[in-house]
């Protein structure tokens, strides 16, 4: 059984910082890619950031390009956010997924169908 447990939101001023993680258990972490996607209420969800299982290839979403980074340990099994230059616009549940594919590198990483496993969220609130 996979867990993903999502830690690191919470509340901060606009321009602020936060860093979200994404701890794994039940899987080879190191074999998978990670994605952290983020969905509002009645909107669907949305692509963050994907980062490959050696963590050499890196996908942004353009909304994030410059102020996110995404980052991985796998000693640890864990995935990271960092989340600069925060904007109110950036309030929502953010969710980490592991991808289905072992050792995969490419675009789907950006594609939410293409994960199978999914944490609970965690909830940023960036205030004005």
């Known amino acids: 059984q996979v867990q993903l447990v999502e830690s690191g939101g919470g509340l901060v001023q606009a321009g602020g910082s936060l860093r979200l993680s994404c701890a794994a258990s039940?899987?080879?972490?190191?074999?998978?890619?990670m994605g952290w996607f983020r969905q509002a209420p009645g909107k669907e969800r949305e692509f963050v950031a994907g980062?490959?299982?050696?963590?050499?290839?890196?996908y942004y979403a353009d909304s994030v390009k410059g102020r996110f980074t995404i980052s991985r340990d796998n000693a640890k099994s864990t995935v990271y956010l960092q989340m600069n230059s925060l904007k109110p616009e950036d309030t929502v549940i953010y969710c980490c997924?592991?991808?289905?594919?072992?050792?995969?590198?490419?675009?789907?990483?950006?594609?939410?169908?293409?994960?199978?496993?999914w944490g609970q969220g965690t909830q940023v609130t960036v205030s004005s």
């Open positions: 997924a592991t991808h289905k594919v072992p050792y995969y590198s490419g675009t789907y990483l950006k594609s939410p169908n293409r994960y199978d496993y």
């Open positions: 980062i490959n299982w050696n963590g050499d290839s890196i």
């Open positions: 039940g899987r080879t972490f190191g074999s998978y890619g």
